[in-house]
């Protein structure tokens, strides 16, 4: 019986069946079936969460896709409203400026006009000046030369003082 015994002892189905039971003890010990299944829940939200993220991945390349297709319109609009603005100011600066040098024409001609009339009422002001002083003298050289004018601008000046105060 010792050779029978120790012939199981040694023998590999004796080995394996204390492995399986001690696998079983620990089955048992160790609820396997809920690790599995969080293990499971585990990777099923992994999954999940890869697709959310691809989805959104995918929705974000559509979106900038679509904002790129509009880049070349939206950069032309912005071209031609750069122009039409450049083109507007351009206009208001040069009506601006002729209007800034018609008012400095017309203002130069105003001054000129001006000085024009100071000028010749200077003239004439010293004209009438002159021409009295030449009249002034010429009636005396002929007062001087002729003394007959004298008498006689004296009775026309008291005839006419007469008449006047008649």
Do not use: W
């Not at 019986?1 to 089955?27: E, G, K, P, Q, W």
């Not at 000046?157 to 008449?163: H, P, Q, R, T």
């Amino acid at each position: 019986m010792a050779d029978v015994f120790n012939l199981i002892l040694h023998s590999n189905l004796f080995n394996f069946t204390i492995f399986l039971l001690i696998i079983i003890v620990i089955c048992a010990k160790v609820d396997i079936n809920a690790a599995l299944c969080k293990m499971k829940d585990k990777v099923v939200s992994e999954i999940n969460n890869s697709r959310t993220e691809k989805d959104n991945s995918l929705t974000s390349l559509a979106d900038a896709k679509n904002e790129y297709s509009k880049l070349s319109e939206e950069l032309k609009n912005i071209s031609d409203m750069a122009k039409l603005k450049a083109d507007s100011l351009s206009k208001q600066v040069a009506l601006d400026t002729k209007q800034k040098i018609a008012n400095i024409e017309k203002n130069a001609e105003n001054i000129l006009s001006a000085e024009q009339k100071n000028l010749t009422s200077a003239l004439i002001s010293k004209l009438g000046v002159k021409s009295v002083e030449f009249a002034k003298y010429s009636i005396i050289e002929e007062l001087t030369k002729n003394p007959q004018l004298h008498n006689k601008f004296i009775e026309e000046s008291i005839a006419k003082l007469d008449e006047v105060v008649l």
